[in-house]
């Protein structure tokens, strides 16, 4: 099952000669991971995995959400209340590994699997008991804990994906230990407090009304107490914030409609349509806020949240059924940027899974606007093909230095060098291509090989320049106004 050296490096030998050396340019770079989920309880606490089932099958939905559309039951997969046996779950993933063959979840896996923990046997039916206890006696060891692990991968600087109500306690604690080779910081997300019409909405108030002392039970405290939660991020190290919506308008209200359509929330009494329109202009203020702190705004867009519903009510979000929708967002921008687009200390990274807005909206954007930033592939667009559309779509209108650098937006610890590695292989396939078709001298393309990895990500999300690194590969762009 060993992987191929030259996987993804392309398929006319000159360009894969090439990106070869490019390739190992950057192959042992170390990692920047600017936006992902991996939880810093898990990092904090550093308790050793309980079984491969846990580590490569129930968290990851992209795992789940294949195995499901071939009509395995998720609580059969460990979800909800499950009391389905880790050695089950986890010969349900080997009985049917043909059905991720050509999908980037395969080459995750396949990749982590070898790479990570020395396995060569390939998963399938009859050999699903055999590595679980493979893999069983490797988790036992102290060498394949969370923190360990993170190290092992050459890990630089890993951010977090964190609720405003958070008190960072498990943040405070890994910065405080020095045995923590990492940096690992938390992003600010606030997607729950924006809409009146979740459930929970009430609720989430009350809980930032506690947090902050600041009363949400109007609108002007709910803003209050969100510019006070993002110093608090800021004083733990966080440099970005991140949102996820169903599009990306951002439409101010007077402060008498969003007051009034609070209330409403409140009350219980509010409209579908008056929840889009607070909605949108809390994405409006929320750029303003960014505008004015200097935090990075990520904006996630364009996808159906929990589109199942009996699934959502039964397992709760984050189960495999979040699916893509029409995205734009020239149009829908417009005033945000309008307002804070030219501002040195405004900073936007557009993430989409509509690869059609690539070329039509946010190269464009990112091509013209020194705030807007093109996101990596995202989601469903994560894999090698998509990736290499991404480059095509977006380099010829902006430039190597207006995207983000790559972004493994993963639960699973184990995918993120593979997901990292993936990209590098994919860049410098790219990259050769261009030498080859004379667009790009060699020594171009060896330059931003290496700022793609390292110069550019920690431009893009401030995160400050590692002492090794070259000069900043965009000197136009303004310095950090965070600490």
Known sequence: ???HPDRLLGIDPAVRALARELYAGTADAPIISPHGHVSPELLETNRPFTDPAALFVTPDHYVTRLLHSSGIELDSLGLGDSTTPPREIWRA???NWRRFAGTPVRYWLEDALTRVFGITLAPAADTADELFDQLSERLSQPAYRPRELLESFNVDVLATTDDPSDSLEHHRRLAADDAVATRIIPTFRADAYMSPARRDWPERLEQLSAV????????HGLLDALRNRREHF???GATATDVGVTDAWATPLSDEQAESIHKLGLAGGLSRRESVFYRRNMLFQLGLMA???GLVMQLHAGVIRNHHAPTYNRFGPDTGHDLPAVTTFTEPLRELL???????NFRIVLFTVDETAFSRDIAPLAGFYPSVYAGAPWWFLDAPAAVRRYRAAVTETAGFNKTSGFIDDTRALCSIPSRHDMSRRLDA???AELVIDHQLSEQDAHAI?????????????????SPATSPDPNPDTPASPTP
């Open 93 to 95: 993933l080997c009985a």
């Open 429 to 431: 396939r790219y990259l």
């Open 234 to 236: 800021k004083r733990h």
């Open 291 to 293: 505008a004015e702190d």
């Open 449 to 465: 090989a290496k700022a793609l990895v390292s110069d550019i990500p920690r431009a893009v999300f401030r995160l400050g320049r």
């Open 212 to 219: 902050t002392g600041i009363d949400c039970g109007s609108y």
């Open 1 to 3: 099952m060993a992987p």
């Open 338 to 344: 309008n307002q804070v687009g030219t501002n040195p």
